[in-house]
């Protein structure tokens, strides 16, 4: 059985969302990356969290990579690994983006040497009781690597619920099912909370026939498919290249339209109206 999808009624005191995919190129980093700085803009204290040694949430929210000053996710798992008594405050990683209300845990290419020792000692509670801690914030975004690893697994059982993108592709539907199957085990083995919240179509043409039918079907199937697509755009790569999220950017595009509506249906409506006039002066 795949998990249901259920709306979330109740009120938490912070809002935990991974972004899963075993596939890459789906759009997880766009997908984290524009939802958490629409969450920004509505006046909400929101943060990243890159579990991925590719670094591409932190490119896109810093602009560039971090140095060997900057505390990373990778440093907060090094540490895990070592015999100390007192451990750095996990708010020590936790980096301001030139955004207001947005914040990130930078990622970093050394992430991948230690999955293997950090999977032999056993360590995929420990980032969910780091973020127990944090009270400061009234969501996180959790971007992973295209991998059902350690990290993810490590993500999972962090998270309340599972936003998965999925790009319009026979492969990736294929995918899709075996992809909910690990998200069901996960929750019945480790989380009991965890949800899946639903599919995010990305890179959606609408004037094509293959996208459309695809999609019929997924809903004919019974998936918890959000109806909010986002369209395919070269101005998302433009939004890369800049380090700019779509809001930044171009705040009445087309696709920032739709990350705000797909924001807004994932979230209570109260939070489409507090603080958009303050989201608007940006």
Do not use: W
Not at 70 to 97: G, P, Q, S, V
Not at 125 to 136: A, E, I, N
């Amino acid at each position: 059985m795949f998990p249901v999808f259920r709306d979330r009624k109740e009120k938490i005191k912070i809002i935990r969302r991974v972004i899963f995919n075993q596939k890459g190129g789906v759009g997880k980093t766009t997908i984290t990356c524009n939802l958490a700085a629409i969450s920004a803009v509505y006046g909400k204290k929101t943060l990243v969290v890159d579990l991925d040694q590719q670094c591409n949430s932190t490119h896109y929210l810093l602009g560039r990579g971090t140095n060997d000053e900057e505390y990373t996710i990778a440093d907060y798992f090094e540490e895990l690994l070592r015999i100390k008594f007192r451990r750095k405050n996990f708010d020590t990683y936790i980096h301001k983006t030139p955004f207001p209300n947005l914040h990130i845990i930078p990622s970093h290419p050394d992430l991948g040497d230690l999955h293997g020792k950090l999977e032999t000692r056993y360590k995929m509670f420990k980032l969910r009781d780091s973020l127990d801690s944090l009270t400061q914030f009234d969501y996180i975004y959790i971007d992973t690597p295209p991998a059902l690893n350690f990290f993810t697994r490590s993500a999972l059982i962090a998270s309340d619920s599972c936003l998965i993108p999925f790009d319009c592709d026979s492969f990736s539907r294929s995918a899709l099912y075996s992809l909910m199957e690990n998200v069901n085990e996960i929750q019945q083995d480790h989380n009991s909370n965890l949800e899946i919240e639903g599919i995010i179509v990305n890179q959606f043409q609408q004037r094509a026939k293959f996208p459309i039918k695809i999609v019929s079907e997924m809903i004919a199937d019974g998936l918890p498919v959000i109806d909010t697509y986002l369209s395919s755009s070269i101005k998302i790569r433009e939004s890369h290249d800049k380090a700019l999220p779509m809001t930044y950017m171009d705040a009445r595009h087309k696709l920032t339209r739709q990350f705000e509506e797909l924001y807004c249906k994932l979230n209570s409506s109260s939070d489409k109206n507090k603080n958009r006039s303050k989201g608007k002066s940006r």
